[in-house]
T-cell receptor
Framework: GAGVSQSPSNKVTEKGKDVELRCDPISGHTALYWYRQSLGQGLEFLIYFQGNSAPDKSGLPSDRFSAERTGGSVSTLTIQRTQQEDSAVYLC???FGEGPYEQYFGPGTRLTVT | AQSVTQLDSQVPVFEEAPVELRCNYSSSVSVYLFWYVQYPNQGLQLLLKYLSGSTLVESINGFEAEFNKSQTSFHLRKPSVHISDTAEYFCAVSRGSSNTGKLIFGQGTTLQVKP
């Protein structure tokens, strides 16, 4: 079956612009995660969605970052007023349910802020 | 809060030699432990995990890791590496007995297998 897909694969934007990154999880997976992979910070947790529960936003680095998950499936990560330090690969992962299930990662979106 | 330290950023090794990638964690609560691998130009994928029970866990491609609670370590080992094992390896923890599986990752170790 299809894995986790993310779009776009690459995004170049100017400082101060808003960007939206999309994640399509594996069908039937109720848990969805966003992580960020950057040279200086490694892999960082950003936000977690599980079913209809309130998301765990504890990893979002600032209020410029937000995410939503519509209909328990597709998720969008939005970064407002992008800064150069936002440049990173943004990874989405999904898993079967809450708890320590295997997380299946998408290929990522490489964001470059110029 | 949990944290993970991978002591080596790069590990060069010759083909068929043994290898150990070191991982230590810090946590005041019980944890689940994972190793993820990222092959060149591919996404992250789970290699193995420790949840409970036997402290030695194995992957299908010959890697193993041992949970050592007293030393708060979860080192990854393979007795004989192949060129195809060249990749970046990430150790990760999540809070045990938690209703969230969010992962805290180490900085990663690049394993370079030379012919």
């Amino acid at each position: 079956g299809a894995g986790v897909s993310q779009s776009p694969s690459n995004k170049v934007t100017e400082k101060g612009k808003d960007v939206e990154l999309r994640c399509d999880p594996i069908s039937g997976h109720t848990a969805l995660y966003w992580y960020r992979q950057s040279l200086g910070q490694g892999l960082e947790f950003l936000i977690y969605f599980q079913g209809n529960s309130a998301p765990d936003k504890s990893g979002l680095p600032s209020d410029r970052f937000s995410a939503e998950r519509t209909g328990g499936s597709v998720s969008t990560l939005t970064i407002q007023r992008t800064q150069q330090e936002d440049s990173a690969v943004y990874l989405c992962a999904s898993s079967f349910g809450e708890g320590p299930y295997e997380q299946y990662f998408g290929p990522g979106t490489r964001l470059t802020v110029t | 809060a949990q944290s993970v330290t991978q002591l080596d950023s790069q590990v060069p090794v010759f083909e068929e030699a043994p290898v150990e990638l070191r991982c230590n964690y810090s946590s005041s609560v019980s944890v689940y432990l994972f190793w993820y691998v990222q092959y060149p130009n591919q996404g992250l994928q789970l290699l193995l995990k420790y949840l409970s029970g036997s402290t030695l866990v194995e992957s299908i491609n010959g890697f193993e890791a041992e949970f050592n609670k007293s030393q708060t370590s979860f080192h990854l080992r393979k007795p004989s590496v192949h060129i195809s094992d060249t990749a970046e390896y990430f150790c990760a923890v999540s809070r045990g007995s938690s209703n969230t599986g969010k992962l805290i990752f180490g900085q990663g170790t690049t394993l370079q297998v030379k012919p």
